[in-house]
C-alpha cells in the first residue's frame, strides 16, 4: 500500500503509461510507441521528468471495476470507498454545488455504442456528441428514466449525472473499465434472478433505451451509432473529503483508446511541457497511470550532481 497522498496536490495523468498489451508485442511496435514520448534531450520538460525519483508504484486487477486513474484520485482525495463504489458521480455533482434527498445516490449516465459479437457484449465509446445530439437524446430518455424515479442533469455532451434510489450503495463499473473491451466479466450477473431489484430497474431501462433509440434521428447522419448507455461512478460521498487540489487529466484517453501512438505523443508532449513539469517544478505529487498500472514521481528537485547525468529514456522510467 502506498503511503497517503492527500499531504499535498496531486497532479494525476490518465493514460500516460505505455499500453500493457506492448509487452506482448512486437519491437517495431515497442518502437512506435515508446519513440512517440519525448526525449529528455529535446524537452526540458521530459528531463524533468526523468530526472524525477519513483517513489511508488501500483498494479491493479484487469476486472477491478474501477480505472486505474479513478483509484488514483481517490487514494489523492482519502476516501476509503471500494472499488465500484468510488463516489466519482456525487464529486461531480458537490462541485457544481447539486444535491440529492439523502435516500439516493448519484451516477453517471453516459451514451455509448453497444455491439454484440459472438454472444459478447462490447462497449465502445460513442465518438463526439454534439450539444445539440445530447439535448436531443436526454429529452427522450429523461420521460423514461422520470418513471422509474430517475432525474437527469446535464454535464457534458453524453454524458449526464442522474439521481435516484437506485443508484444508493449500488457497485457499478466505470465506463473508462468497459470501453473497447468485452463486458462479460462485469455483466456475470445478468440473469435477472441474480440481479438486485436496483439492478433489474436499470436493465430494463437500458433494453427500452436501447429499442428507443434504435430509429432515434440523432443516428440518421453518425458513423457511430448512440444505442445504449452505461452509468457508473456511484458511491456516497464521503463525511470526509481531504485535499480540494487535485487535478485529473484525462486529454490523453481517446489517443490510447484509439491506439494512435503520434496523436497520444503529441498531446503527450504538450501535457509535459504545460503540467507535468510544472507540477515538479511546484514540489507537487504527479502520479501517471495506465490500464492497469500506476506510477507515482516526487516533486523533489535532483541533486547538483544528479543534473549532469543523462537521464534514462522516458520509456524506461515509465516501465
Known sequence: MSPPLNASPVTLIASALLPEALAGASAAERHIWQAALPSAQSLPAARVIAQSQVVARQVQSPTAWNATHEHALAQAHGWSNPDGL?????????????????????????????????????????????????????????????????????????????????????????????????AAH??????????????????????????????????D?????????????????????NNPEVHLHTELQTHMAAQDPQAWGLAWHRLATDVMGPALAAGHALVLCGEQRQIRLSGRHPRWWQRWLSPKPLHQVLA
Not at 434472478?193 to 430509429?215: I, K, T, W
Not at 447522419?221 to 470526509?240: K, Y
Request: one cysteine or more; hydrophobic letters at 40%; proline letters at 7%.
Open 186 to 219: 462485469w455483466l456475470q450477473t445478468d440473469e435477472v434472478a441474480q440481479q438486485s431489484p436496483a439492478q433489474r430497474v436499470l436493465r430494463r431501462l437500458q433494453n427500452e433505451m436501447q429499442m428507443l433509440l434504435y430509429q432515434h434521428p440523432v443516428n
Open 86 to 182: 468510488l463516489p466519482l458521480a456525487a464529486l461531480a455533482a458537490h462541485q457544481r454545488g447539486l444535491t440529492c434527498p439523502s435516500d439516493q445516490g448519484w451516477a453517471f449516465i453516459d451514451v455509448v455504442h453497444w455491439a454484440i459479437q459472438q454472444g459478447q457484449v462490447h462497449v465502445h465509446a460513442p465518438g463526439q456528441v454534439s450539444p445539440a445530439e445530447d439535448q436531443a437524446l436526454r429529452e427522450a430518455i429523461a420521460p423514461y428514466a422520470h418513471e422509474d424515479g430517475i432525474a437527469l442533469w446535464p454535464h457534458t455532451p453524453g454524458r449526464w449525472l442522474a439521481h435516484a434510489r437506485h443508484f444508493k450503495q449500488l457497485p457499478s463499473v466505470s465506463v473508462d473499465q468497459v470501453m473497447g473491451r468485452s
Open 221 to 241: 447522419h453518425r458513423q457511430t451509432t448512440l444505442n445504449s448507455f452505461w452509468w457508473s461512478g456511484t458511491g456516497d460521498w464521503p463525511v470526509q473529503s
